[in-house]
């Protein structure tokens, strides 16, 4: 497709499942962020993959959440034991990584509601 | 990355244009101004940025003053999918390395029919 993609839209789960969020950027987007986004909140940065290139994994909130992004396309966005505060709108972001500015290209989100 | 400032909420007509101002009063010479939007229960959708040049392209048009201190962002016909969250960032924007975005509270803009 033309757009950045995430699934599932909606994820409902109880508190302690593991649950595994997905997105499939725009094609050739060599850089992708995850973010999340509390009701009424602002972006909360938690993870950034650029190429082949270690990713920055600076703002995942405790080691209960991890990320992987296979042959620089495809990221999965992992939550192990969830907890009710994990309850937010999951995105993630894709940009083409070249000078003159950065714009990111946002997918829809997955809604994650941990009961 | 600079501060920046926006009104909180602005209403305009179907069809008008919108006017959107954000103060960045202390702007550096490599940062760019970057607006973005956030549609209801839709994820941030990138409009336009600028470094100094007035830009316009589809969406919209950005108007940055002479001394760079501020902007404008203009909808040239408003119609009711534009009601949104408006943000305005300023930053170096390279296009190189980790730019994760901050966005501050925004103005909130309605269409109104």
């Known amino acids: 497709g033309a757009g950045v993609s995430q699934s599932p839209s909606n994820k409902v789960t109880e508190k302690g499942k593991d649950v595994e969020l997905r997105c499939d950027p725009i094609?050739?987007?060599?850089?992708l962020y995850w973010y999340r986004q509390s009701l009424g909140q602002g972006l909360e940065f938690l993870i950034y993959?650029?190429?082949?290139?270690?990713?920055?994994k600076s703002g995942l909130p405790s080691d209960r959440f991890s990320a992987e992004r296979t042959g620089g396309s495809v990221s999965t966005l992992t939550i192990q034991r969830t907890q009710q505060e994990d309850s937010a709108v999951y995105l993630c972001?894709?940009?083409?990584?070249?000078?003159?500015?950065?714009?990111?290209?946002f997918g829809p989100g997955t809604r994650l509601t941990v009961l | 990355d600079a501060k920046t400032t926006q009104p909180t909420s602005m209403d305009c007509a179907e069809g008008r244009a919108a006017n959107l101002p954000c103060n960045h009063s202390t702007i550096s010479g490599n940062e760019y101004v970057y607006w973005y939007r956030q549609i209801h229960s839709q994820g941030p959708q990138y409009i336009i940025h600028g470094l100094k040049n007035n830009e316009t392209n589809e969406m919209a048009s950005l108007i940055i003053t002479e001394d760079r201190k501020s902007s404008t962002l203009i909808l040239p016909h408003a119609t009711l999918r534009d009601t949104a969250v408006y943000y305005c960032i300023v930053r170096v924007g390279s296009g190189f390395g980790n730019e994760k975005l901050t966005f501050g509270t925004g103005t909130r803009l309605t269409i109104i029919p």
């Open positions: 993959f650029q190429g082949n290139s270690a990713p920055d």
């Open positions: 094609s050739g987007h060599t850089a």
């Open positions: 972001a894709g940009d083409r990584d070249s000078s003159g500015g950065n714009t990111q290209y």
